[in-house]
């Protein structure tokens, strides 16, 4: 008599991975970490802008990448602009990195002589001296670290929500020091949301990156640039549950090497509209990719169903 095998048991899901390439490891950061503060911001950005051309040509994958969003970002554009904006992507990049093992390390005192200018209207300026909690959502475009910084200085700590770093070592060379104002949380746990709404409702910061969803049930795709990409809407649900503001905001690389806090105006979202609010803020970060199109750093293909 032959007995049936047992069915199966499903496959156990893998932990939500984003990207990664073999570089993210550990000792180059220490390298970084160890030659960036030492030099002159000029010579740094001179290195980082070479160190970006000889590494380029090696990451195939990712500059095939980049090429196709920026071709949604900017259609109608030939080869080889292309070509010329994804080198131009990479090494802003690395001057951007250069900057986060650097001068984003700083003492708050200090941080400020890296920025040109601050620009919001005068309701954002008030929001951000009033002691009332507030979500901000940004992007990987530009120095998003720096903007938390800088956000700090105003007197309320502010929660940077970071996806789960790979490499635990790399992740505690990124995260800096709690000490300075930032802290960086990383999604390990629903108990995460829980413990942000009561920082919320404390009157303190808490920002998301929002191009990078998570490839969950929590993502929502949302047009961006003529077709739909997944945005995640939990900052807009945590928004919402503890009756705090969005706030917009980006911290972008002037031409002259100094940075720019940009402030968008800030919107309530109410509960069951949460939806609306993401809809709301993809517009505003359509309009900083297109006009700083050469510092957003998402090295996948952002509009593809599939994870990187």
Not at 224 to 248: D, I, K, Q, W
Request: glycine fraction near 8%.
């Amino acid at each position: 008599m032959s007995v049936a095998a047992p069915p199966a048991a499903p496959p156990t899901p893998s932990p939500a991975r984003w990207y990664a390439h073999s570089y993210n490891r550990p000792s180059y950061y220490r390298l970084a970490l160890a030659t960036a503060p030492r030099l002159p911001r000029r010579a740094r950005r001179w290195l980082a802008a070479g160190a970006a051309r000889v590494l380029a040509p090696c990451l195939a994958v990712e500059r095939a990448a980049v090429g196709r969003n920026l071709a949604r970002v900017h259609p109608g554009r030939d080869g080889a602009w292309l070509d010329a904006a994804v080198r131009r992507v990479f090494q802003r990049f690395a001057v951007c990195f250069a900057d986060l093992l650097s001068l984003n390390r700083e003492p708050a005192a200090k941080l400020w002589q890296h920025v040109a200018r601050v620009e919001c209207d005068q309701p954002a300026r008030e929001l951000l001296t009033r002691e009332r909690g507030s979500v901000f959502v940004t992007a990987h475009l530009g120095n998003w670290q720096l903007a938390g910084r800088l956000l700090a200085t105003f007197g309320r700590r502010v929660h940077l929500v970071m996806a789960p770093e790979q490499e635990p070592g790399v992740a505690a060379i990124l995260d800096g020091d709690p000490d300075s104002g930032l802290r960086a949380v990383r999604r390990t746990s629903p108990l995460v949301s829980v413990e942000l709404v009561a920082a919320l409702r404390r009157g303190e910061f808490v920002a998301f990156q929002m191009d990078r969803a998570m490839g969950d049930r929590g993502d929502r795709r949302v047009p961006f640039f003529g077709a739909a990409a997944a945005f995640p809407l939990g900052p807009f649900v945590m928004a919402g549950a503890a009756g705090v503001p969005v706030v917009p905001a980006f911290c972008v690389l002037d031409e002259g090497g100094r940075y720019r806090l940009c402030v968008e105006a800030a919107f309530d979202v109410r509960r069951g509209e949460e939806e609306r609010g993401l809809a709301r803020a993809v517009t505003v970060l359509e309009r900083y990719v297109t006009g700083y199109w050469e510092q957003w750093f998402n090295f996948f293909d952002v509009w593809s169903s599939e994870r990187p």
